[in-house]
């Protein structure tokens, strides 16, 4: 069993899935976990990663995503 690790979270769906993508595009395989409260929409959104691509995925979204 694989134990996904959090690389990045946001309260924005949108965000979390240019993250996702981004980290797609460069050969890792990560999740989106909704934890958002499907009644009354807060809470946040989680990108994961294998632990082996944990540190990759940081690098990436530290050096290749920017949303300003």
């Excluded at 996702?20 to 976990?33: F, M, N, Q, T, Y």
């Excluded at 959104?45 to 944990?54: D, Q, S």
Aim: cysteine-free.
């Amino acid at each position: 069993m694989t134990v996904w690790q959090k690389v990045f979270e946001d309260h924005s769906g949108h965000r979390a899935e240019i993250v996702r993508a981004v980290l797609e595009d460069k050969g890792l395989s990560p999740v989106i976990v909704d934890l958002k409260d499907s009644s009354y929409h807060f809470g946040k959104i989680e990108v994961r990663v294998t632990p082996e691509n944990v540190l990759a995925a940081i690098r990436i979204i530290k050096n290749d995503i920017r949303f300003e």
